[in-house]
């Protein structure tokens, strides 16, 4: 019940978010909505085939509106200033940052109880 509950506030705040922004048409909107949803519920990995397979559309339309433009600076400013002032959060999402190689720190190293020191 109370997934459902927060389910609907969920596409309540997305749909204010999107009311700000006039150049999108009512499909793109409920699409946009459910998409949020999913990437919301789908338990692991989240692709157009999974997308598919546990939304009410299908994989093609997930991959047709994905390729659409999308101003998300405005829709993110505009969702936060939506919510409550006093509930606000920021995440990034570092899945962009190389993570081996010689750019990772620490990367070859180990901690040597013997000697004390690293190797």
Do not use: H
């Amino acid at each position: 019940m109370t997934i459902i509950k927060s389910l609907t506030q969920l596409r309540e705040m997305i749909s204010k978010a999107l009311s700000g922004q006039t150049n999108f048409s009512k499909t793109f909107r409920s699409f946009f909505i459910e998409a949020m949803e999913l990437f919301l519920t789908i338990p692991n990995r989240i692709n157009f085939l999974q997308m598919g397979r546990f939304g009410r559309s299908s994989e093609q339309r997930f991959r047709m509106n994905f390729r659409k433009k999308f101003d998300w600076i405005s829709f993110n400013r505009t969702l936060v200033q939506e919510g409550k002032p006093n509930r606000r959060a920021i995440a990034i999402d570092p899945s962009y940052i190389s993570k081996s190689g010689k750019k990772t720190p620490g990367v070859g190293y180990f901690w040597s109880g013997c000697a004390s020191a690293v190797k």
